[in-house]
């Protein structure tokens, strides 16, 4: 059975950040804050940029979004996936493993985790002498509402 996975994550911004060595200045708070209340969604910086600016007008420029990015997935509070091979997007890096579903017509990214498909790998690792460290799947097709939509 997949169940999906998310969960918020339990430590402030602040906390977060001091945890993990970073100044928790104006700008990272902003940022990460905005990607723990996304956590559902997959954000490039551009949205990342986009969501501050309707937030706050006067927040920082496109750069300083993705240069906090980058400190922050420097740091192991987020995550960079990218699906489209065109698009980086981020996600906070303090949950359970899990894969994803990619829809190659509109772009969304559903989260699974399936215990049968991860004691598989494992198997296939131990079968090829690996010692499995972490993995990465993505599955690439299409949603149901794109699918109902080209029906239609």
Not at 85 to 105: F, G, I, K, P
Not at 130 to 147: D, S
């Amino acid at each position: 059975m997949t169940v999906p996975l998310r969960r918020p994550s339990e430590l402030s911004p602040e906390t977060a950040l001091r945890r993990v060595g970073l100044k928790a200045t104006a700008p990272r708070l902003r940022v990460l804050e905005l990607i723990q209340s996304s956590a559902h969604r997959h954000l490039s910086a551009e949205e990342v940029y986009r969501l501050l600016l309707e937030k706050t007008p006067t927040t920082a420029s496109l750069a300083t979004v993705y240069r906090v990015l980058t400190q922050l997935e420097a740091s192991g509070l987020l995550r960079r996936q990218v699906f489209d091979d065109t698009r980086a997007v981020y996600e906070c890096n303090d949950c359970e493993h899990h894969d994803h579903l990619v829809c190659v017509q509109c772009g969304k990214v559903e989260e699974f985790t399936e215990p049968k498909l991860e004691s598989m790998q494992e198997a296939i690792a131990d079968e090829y002498g690996f010692a499995l460290r972490t993995h990465r799947l993505t599955l690439y097709g299409v949603c149901a509402a794109c699918r109902k939509k080209n029906s239609g």
